[in-house]
């Protein structure tokens, strides 16, 4: 008994409580927007990791279609197939967030003892991650990233294209040259 008490405690003592878990996206996924963040439009979204700073993927739609800085966010069109559709794109934080209980049981030890507390600051942990989440929408505005519109497979291949060229390209203006056939 004495064994599980101090089993118990050390794993009590040496862990964290995680509150919050970013997830992982690295390969992308199709999610509705609001279940994955509160404040992106209730559609249908691929939402993927983003590892460079921020505004790079602005940065990348501005080059790669030449907008102009102008509506580079909303309603970018492209083509798939010879049909034009509409790209919009949202840059969206996820915290991992955890509470450190050695640092408590530190303090809570030292108040016990009439000292003040010194590791405050390190009771809570937070990391974030950012996330791109693309919608896709057709001429008449129908979410084409939903499961039942035609054509959503060569959608998702186009989009999933498109996102591991800007995961690869560091000069923006390589994605507007044509592709050699070598």
């Not at 405690?9 to 994955?36: H, Y």
């Not at 080059?63 to 559709?85: A, F, H, M, S, W």
């Not at 509409?86 to 530190?106: D, G, M, R, V």
């Not at 001429?139 to 959608?155: C, F, S, V």
């Amino acid at each position: 008994m004495r064994v599980l008490v101090l089993f118990v405690s050390c794993f009590i003592f040496t862990s964290c409580i995680p509150l919050s878990i970013a997830p992982n996206l690295e390969d992308g996924k199709v999610i509705r927007g609001k279940k994955f963040k509160r404040k992106l439009p209730n559609r249908y979204s691929y939402v993927f990791t983003d590892p460079k700073n921020a505004d790079e993927f602005y940065y990348y739609i501005n080059t790669k279609y030449q907008r102009g800085n102008t509506n580079v966010e909303d309603n970018t069109p492209l083509l798939i197939d010879g049909k034009e559709y509409f790209i919009s794109f949202y840059e969206a934080e996820k915290s991992t967030k955890t509470i450190n209980l050695i640092p408590l049981a530190i303090d809570a030890a030292r108040s016990n003892n009439g000292n003040d507390p010194l590791l405050e600051d390190i009771y809570s942990s937070r990391t974030g991650t950012w996330y791109i989440a693309l919608m896709v929408s057709d001429i008449d505005y129908k979410d084409a990233l939903h499961p039942d519109y035609i054509g959503r497979q060569k959608i998702l291949a186009h989009i999933e294209e498109l996102k591991n060229e800007y995961l690869r390209t560091s000069n923006y203006n390589q994605a507007i040259l044509p592709k050699s056939t070598d």
